[in-house]
């Protein structure tokens, strides 16, 4: 089955703009994390969604913020982008709780200059 | 406070056996996990291993966890080029609604023919 589909994979933006990235879980999976990945902060949670309503959320500013649809896919948006939020962007999914492990995309690469 | 600490480098030869340790702090981590990271490319789980076990294996990984110590490693035995990679450390903090992975900062194995 396939897995978890990021899009876009690779993404250049200027400071102040904002931008929407996308996620597509493995079909089933209800549960969808996001994560911000980069080298001095390693991995940072962001937020986790299940059935639509978000369950979780990491401490990050107002500006990040996320959704998910019915069909348990999510996006999340990053407005007034800093020159900080360059960064590996990934999305997880799993079936419920994620006690098990998570199954993660390839990443969004997001360069803000 | 919450944190995971791994050593950030790992050199083996190949056919050699790798150990790559991880100490965390939350005393409430229920299961912890092993993934690796290949560049460009987003998380992959390896194994995982519930808070009231010390030990398990899956092929050429070995998981030991030394609860009383908060000390996670992971063996591969007859390491190979193919796993040279990060490999992270994570726990699931289940503090009341609030539940979360945290993450290592990586390891970085190097497999030298």
């Known amino acids: 089955k396939a897995g978890v589909t990021q899009t876009p994979r690779y993404l250049i933006k200027t400071r102040g703009q904002q931008v929407t990235l996308s996620c597509s879980p493995i079909s089933g999976h209800r549960s969808v994390s996001w994560y911000q990945q980069t080298p001095g902060q390693g991995l940072q949670f962001l937020f986790e969604y299940f059935s639509e309503t978000q369950r979780n959320k990491g401490n990050f500013p107002g500006r990040f913020s996320g959704r998910q649809f019915s069909n348990s896919r999510s996006e999340m948006n990053v407005s007034t982008l800093e020159l900080g939020d360059s960064a590996l962007y990934l999305c997880a999914s799993s079936p419920t709780g994620g006690q098990y492990g998570y199954t993660f995309g390839s990443g969004t690469r997001l360069t803000v200059v | 406070g919450e944190d995971v600490e791994q050593s950030l480098f790992l050199s083996v030869r190949e056919g050699d056996s790798s150990v790559i340790n991880c100490t965390y702090t939350?005393?409430?981590?229920?299961?912890l996990y092993w993934y690796k990271q290949e560049p460009g490319a987003g998380l992959q789980l390896l194994t995982y291993?519930?808070?009231n076990m010390d030990m398990k294996q899956d092929q050429r990984l070995t998981v030991l966890l030394n609860k009383k110590d908060k000390h996670l490693s992971l063996r591969i035995a007859d390491t190979q080029t193919g796993d040279s990679a990060i490999y992270f450390c994570a726990e699931r903090a289940d503090a009341g609604n609030n539940r979360k992975l945290i993450w290592g900062l990586g390891t970085s194995l190097a497999v030298n023919p």
């Open positions: 291993i519930f808070s």
């Open positions: 939350d005393s409430s981590s229920t299961y």
